[in-house]
């Protein structure tokens, strides 16, 4: 079985550009889940799809980004326009009941110049 | 203060050695405390998870939570040096479960 894949690895992007981040979660799983760690902090909780609903989107820094999860399955989240502080790396994680282990992916890593 | 906070480390031990790693938390609505291991450019993978207090011991790991201090543990006995790798501390409160995770220490385990 597939585990948590993101899209790209790596990203590096100019100030004021737009960037697409991509999660595909494990076939099955409703709950799908954005975090980010911005160097030296803590992994920080953004959102959580339930199916193509947000359930929660707290963590969501401000209105730079957007995630979406068009049919249940896949999740994206762009930033646009970005700004330095944006970097970092950008998890997705997912599962099938939310009071079951969540799986993580890679992380995509964003560099913001 | 922050929710959960973990000393970064770097932690170094010899091979073979018991690692006491350990964390504290604030928020006395946490339930559910997880530690997750992550290896380099890797995404963390949940390695231990234990409801409210006491202990639960897995293999070489033991993870140990007193909610009365607000403390949390996880041992390792005999570490390898695969043992290596950033080990995050990350409760959950019973609504959501999402996990508020910790800085993370680093643990190094040389041969």
């Known amino acids: 079985e597939a585990g948590v894949t993101q899209f790209p690895s790596h990203s590096v992007i100019e100030k004021g550009q737009t960037v697409t981040l991509r999660c595909d979660p494990i076939?099955?799983?409703?709950?799908l889940y954005w975090y980010r760690r911005v160097m030296g902090k803590e992994i920080k909780f953004l959102l959580h799809?339930?199916?193509?609903?947000?359930?929660?989107e707290s963590g969501m820094p401000n209105n730079r980004f957007l995630a979406e999860r068009t049919g249940g399955t896949y999740s994206t989240l762009k930033v646009q326009p970005a700004e330095l502080e944006d970097s970092g790396v950008y998890f997705c994680a997912s599962n099938r009941g939310s009071n079951t282990e969540a799986f993580f992916g890679q992380g995509t890593r964003l560099t913001v110049v | 203060q922050k929710e959960v906070e973990q000393d970064p480390g770097p932690l170094s031990v010899p091979e073979g050695a018991i690692v006491s790693l350990n964390c504290t938390y604030s928020?006395?609505?946490?339930?559910?405390f997880m530690w997750y291991r992550q290896y380099s450019r890797k995404g963390p993978e949940l390695l231990m998870y234990t409801y409210s207090s006491g202990n639960k011991e897995d293999g070489r790991f033991t993870a140990q939570v007193d909610k009365s201090s607000k403390y949390i543990s996880l041992f390792i006995r005999d570490s390898q040096p695969s043992d290596s790798a950033t080990y995050l501390c990350?409760?959950?409160?019973?609504?959501?479960?999402?996990?508020?995770f910790g800085r993370g220490t680093s643990l190094i385990v040389h041969p």
């Open positions: 799809f339930v199916k193509e609903s947000k359930q929660d």
């Open positions: 076939s099955g799983h409703d709950n």
């Open positions: 990350a409760p959950a409160s019973g609504g959501s479960y999402i996990p508020t």
């Open positions: 928020n006395s609505a946490f339930q559910y």
